[in-house]
């Protein structure tokens, strides 16, 4: 299926979808946050998310850095989502970019994993992905979304209980780069 501007393919019982806009925007269940270890909240998409869901996310997000002092990158923690549509957001630290070397596929990897892990607790079964690590962190797109496309099928596999996995890319580019997974990505891994 294709209108341009999103394309979907289904694995298993699961739509998976990609899509251009603003992730404040999406209706599904649970949300994830690219935020950074302190989870005092930043720019990009973290910025977004706290303006268009209000002070409560940031207020759990203090509570939950009182008992456990942030989120290890690669970790995630959940709130709920203040103003937004959604009922969850799913914080999670992606890795900075420092040349490959760094072990930052395996971090970005957890990201969306245990992201994965904390919307499956939630029972949620409706879930939208930012393009994690591509923006200040500097994680070359071309190959995170390969990362997150793969990370994601294979879960999906394992776990059939998510109806929906969409990814919400921000920019034209970013689409024109995570679109062949969702023409070519139905086939092996
Ligand atoms: P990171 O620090 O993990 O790199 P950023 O927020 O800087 O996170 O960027 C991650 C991606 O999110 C970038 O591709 C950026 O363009 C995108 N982005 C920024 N705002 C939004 C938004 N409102 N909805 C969806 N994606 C967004």
Not at 6 to 23: A, E, H, N, R, Y
Request: aromatic content about 8%; charged content about 20%; proline content about 5%.
């Amino acid at each position: 299926m294709s209108d341009g501007r999103s394309l979907s393919i289904t694995i298993g019982s699961t739509l998976l979808t990609l899509t251009q806009g603003d992730i404040t925007q999406q209706e599904v269940d649970a949300i994830v946050n690219a935020a950074n270890s302190s989870l005092l909240g930043g720019g990009g998409v973290d910025g977004a998310i706290h303006r268009a869901g209000g002070p409560s996310i940031l207020e759990e997000c203090k509570a939950i850095r009182e008992k456990q002092g942030g989120c290890p990158t690669g970790e995630a923690v959940v709130t709920s989502a203040g103003k937004l549509k959604a009922r969850f957001v799913i914080h999670t630290v992606g890795p900075v970019w420092k040349g490959g070397s760094a072990n930052e596929e395996n971090l970005l990897r957890n990201a969306y994993r245990n992201s994965l892990e904390k919307a499956r607790e939630k029972s949620a079964t409706t879930l939208a992905f930012p393009s994690i690590s591509t923006g200040v962190y500097g994680f070359p797109i071309e190959r995170a979304s390969k990362i997150a496309f793969a990370t994601v099928r294979e879960y999906i596999r394992t776990y059939p209980h998510l109806h929906e996995v969409r990814f919400v890319v921000f920019s034209r580019h970013d689409f024109e780069v995570y679109s062949p997974l969702f023409r070519d990505g139905a086939g092996p891994p």
